[in-house]
Structures are given as C-alpha cells and as structure tokens.
C-alpha cells in the first residue's frame, strides 16, 4: 500500500540508487532525521570526484523527488535535503575505509571490542571484513559487520587532499 512503508534507508536507497549512479553520482548515505519534522536527508558525491555544486544538489532533488513521488514508500509529510558529504563525511560502505586509507577517522562500535565502542585513528584499510586503524595504543581490527558509526576526522592531512580527488 503506497505510503505505509517503514521509513528506512533500507527501504529509500534502492529506489533512488540507480538513477542517480545514471546521472553520475554516488550515494553516501540516506538517513531520517528530526522526530517532530521529519527530513530526509540524501547525501551524494560525484562519481568523477569533482566537487560538489549547487547545481548538482538540485539535480538530484528534483530526481529523488520524482522517484519517491512515483514510488510513495514514505508516510506522512517529510521534507527532503540534499547535501555533499563535506570533509569529515560518514563512511558508509567498506570501500570506503581503503578510499580514505592514511586519514584519521573516528568508528563508534555497536558492542565493545575489549570494553571501548569508540575508536579515533589513521585508517589503514580493510583487512577481510574489518577495519584496521592505527590508534593511540598501536593498531586494533575493528568489525566492519560491527560499525554503528564511522566518519573523517578533519585534520591538516585532509585540508590539504582536498584539492586532489581522492579515489
């Protein structure tokens, strides 16, 4: 019944996904947020890595727009943002962590990992399915399965990639 699905990232990426990846840009991240006005926050970069413009994020509006219009998984009243990553972007998928590898990132845990669920250090990749991160007591493999959260932390290292794609 149009309008009465659950409203989850689950339930919106798979509708707008592929137009997007059409239009040349990646999905970072869909999430619902604000309890009393719901927003639908949809997060995409450009697949080329160029950065992100006005233009581009109005784009996408009116296609995710479009999409959810036609596809109605969402009930009630919503209002829908489109935004860039920025510079300390969640990471969202596991490529992600080999992306990003040599940049310092903070990774919250949904369980403890030897008593701590929160990690700050220099990413360096993925190893089979976890994550390894240099921290302030050497190098721990965190769960990638077991990640709640995870972004990039702004440092000097990040400012100055910033005017190189990162791939």
Known sequence: MPGTAPKTADDIAPIIE???????YRLVRVAFLGARRATLQIMAERIDD????????????RTVSALLDVADPIAGAYML?????????????????????????KIELGQPLDGRKRFRGRLLGRDDDHVRVIAENGEVRLPLAGTAKAKLVITNDLLAARSTPLH
Do not use: K, N, Q
């Open 18 to 24: 592929p137009s997007l990846e059409a239009m040349g």
């Open 50 to 61: 160029a950065s992100m413009t006005v233009h581009d994020c109005t784009e996408i509006s």
């Open 81 to 105: 943002e489109v935004s860039s990553p920025g510079l300390d972007r969640p990471l969202t998928r596991p490529e992600d962590y080999d992306r990003f590898a040599g940049f310092e990132a």
